[in-house]
């Protein structure tokens, strides 16, 4: 955990290890991520969210629904492993 | 053959393909998902790594970030003059050099050439917390979809069978099939006298619901030889240069086909 609190500009939402790519048809998602939670930390429902990023599939779509950031997880089992 | 564009932006394009076998349609759709060579990173050297990811994680990771790429310059690796070795006409470095706190994005690699470079600046790769670093060097190369879909220069790539839809004289306009259509194809209101006409053929996906609830058999849906394709680009190399070097593999794998035919007859 240490270091967490030193961190520059946004405040910490796990933005990061995001997937790159959707699991199912392949179209590159990462880049949209930010702005996402930037409409969402604005007070926007996940659906406008997504329909003004124009993500448009159901399967793109679950990636951004149901992503849960375990960074913080792996910083608890540093050092701990090789 | 021809092919007639309905509409087309930076990376969707919606076509029809008209009056060809489906064969050819899908040997078409085929060629574009898993045959048009594109950039892509395959070789990473860590120099440095002491961020909560493990390097392969990190390897997959900055292989699926599109590079733009310059088919003109770049071949294939096993047909390059180097033999498969690796030279600047076959493949392209980018090199990484960042220490934490800081989130590390796709745009902070620096690539031997300004022109080859990651498509989107702003895809996250990991975040590197205080005293983290990374030194990374990593080598893209061409590649073809068979191989891995990270090399694939499109996303949805998919056809359809565009149908006739006949509604014959014996019709009478009991707009049972409006109703039915569950993609609102056929509609009444905009015809004078209230015949049921065919309002959007493209968006007919041949359930044939219209004909089972049809009482009088008014209805008649045939299939033709046209299809609408719809692809959808990743952004490595613009979707028209997709397909036309698509075809143009298509068409030097049947003359191929063609030498061989006539070695053995």
Known sequence: MEGEQEREGRPHTGDQMFPVRCFTCGAVIAHKWEEYQDKINSGKSPKEALDELGIKRYCCRRMFLTYKSIIKELSRLQGAVG | MKIEI??????????????APIAFANSFRRAMKSLVPVMAVDYIDVYLNSSYLFDEILAH???????????????????????????????????LNVEGPKVVYSGDFVSDDEEIKPVYDNIPIVELFKGQQLMIEAVARLGIGKEHSKFQPVSICAYKIVPEIKIKENCNDCKACVEACPRNVLDSKDSKDGKIIVKDVLNCSLCMECVKVCEEI???????????????????????????????????KAEEMNKLIEEIV
Do not use: H, W
Request: hydrophobic content about 35%; glycine content about 8%.
């Open chain 2, 6 to 19: 309905i509409d087309e932006d930076e990376f969707n394009i919606r076509f029809i393909l008209y009056d």
């Open chain 2, 218 to 252: 008014a209805i008649e849906i045939t299939e033709t030889n046209n299809y609408l394709f719809t692809v959808e680009g990743i952004g490595q190399l613009p979707i028209k240069e997709v397909m036309t070097k698509a075809l143009e593999i298509l068409k030097s």
């Open chain 2, 61 to 95: 990771r900055i292989g699926l970030i599109p590079i733009k790429t310059d088919l003109s310059r770049f071949n294939m690796q096993n047909e390059c003059v180097c033999g498969g070795e690796g030279c600047p006409s076959c493949q392209i470095s980018f090199r």
